[in-house]
């Protein structure tokens, strides 16, 4: 999960972000340009100037927008989740940082309010994504080159189109990717209520994957097990389960999974090891745990196990934008027939930023918080 030359992408949105200066109340001509009235077009953004605490480093300031170049399209903010990514890029210990000072979030949604004289693939009115991490989304309106937006339909759901970017494309790519899998052929993941591990159920039952799903032990655990299921998880089954020596029989009535989803490590990533049929892969994109992934010996040699990563930066480094946009479109589909649902979501209006970044910090915490604008 690293960076190189992706870091490229991230130094443009810095740039893009040193357009936007701290709000002075002057009435020059880059406002007018902007803004059909004398004042200038008022900004509110989630800035960190360095590496922290989010809920200590982030704060809401006031910016003004730059002028429309003739390749850029003025956007304003619809909603914008907060990702374990947009953390650990805050805290400074994630795999690509952006030139500080930043504006938070990597991911959401946005309307098209106006476009310059040279783009052709956007108009007012559309709805887009950003096409890399890096962007900084929190915040009521942007101005960005055409070449950093996707445009998405928008007649689905605000929510589905805000977490569209990055957990459910994940989640596609890990199914597809890594084993030759066939209907009725099983996966196992951990952190199965995470962003992700929700897409993975959804898309995992649309190909007709069966799912293992593995969560924290918790006191609504019911509660979590039946809302899983709603989405179409086959089994939801706590760590501590996982351990018991009765594991052995449970995979009488369903085949070993051939592909595991590791996004804990520690512990966790060895029992998933453990259960993963000869020849399987596991494939790991985080490390909740902060603990390394430990295989024993054994299950290397005697069952030939692959280990691999994942990270979504690197697949769109490794493919080109249309890729990219292939796959988005391929999740709208699926989001259309009802078969992929945003996550459970709380939404949450930008100015209780504070309230929001300490929800999403917090263990068990099965809602993704969005801001909106």
Sequence with gaps: ????????????????????????????????????????????????????DPAKVVELKNLELAAVGGSDVHVKMLAAPINPSDINMIQGNYGLLPELPAVGGNEGVAQVVAVGSNVTGLKPGDWVIPANAGLGTWRTEAVFSEEALIQVPSDIPLQSAATLGVNPCTAYRML????????????????????????VIQIAAALGLRTINVVRDRPD????????????AEHVITEEELRRPEMKNFFKDMPQPRLALNCVGGKSSTELLRQLARGGTMVTYGGMAKQPVIAS???LIFKD?????????????????????????????????????????????????????????????????????
Aim: hydrophobic content about 40%; some cysteine.
């Design 1 to 52: 999960m690293w960076v190189c030359s992706t870091l490229w992408r991230v130094r443009a949105a810095a740039r893009q972000w040193r357009r936007l200066l701290p709000a002075s109340g002057c009435h020059g001509p880059t406002a007018s340009s902007y803004s059909a009235s004398a004042e200038p077009a008022r900004v509110r953004a989630l800035v960190y100037g360095h590496h922290g």
């Design 176 to 199: 597809m990717d890594f084993e030759q899998l066939q209907p009725g052929d099983s996966v196992i993941q951990n952190a199965s209520n995470s962003g992700v591990g929700q897409a």
């Design 221 to 232: 655990i019911q509660k979590l097990s039946d809302r899983l299921k709603s989405l179409g």
């Design 297 to 299: 010996v054994s299950l």
């Design 305 to 373: 196990l692959k280990l691999r990563g994942f990270w979504l930066s690197q697949w769109k480094k490794d493919h080109s934008p249309d890729q990219f946009k292939e796959l988005i479109l391929t999740l709208c589909d699926l989001i259309r027939r009802g078969q992929l649902t945003a996550p459970a979501c709380s939404q949450v209006p930008l100015q209780d930023y504070q309230s929001a970044l300490e929800a999403s910090m917090k263990p068990f915490m099965s809602s993704k918080q969005i801001l909106t604008m």
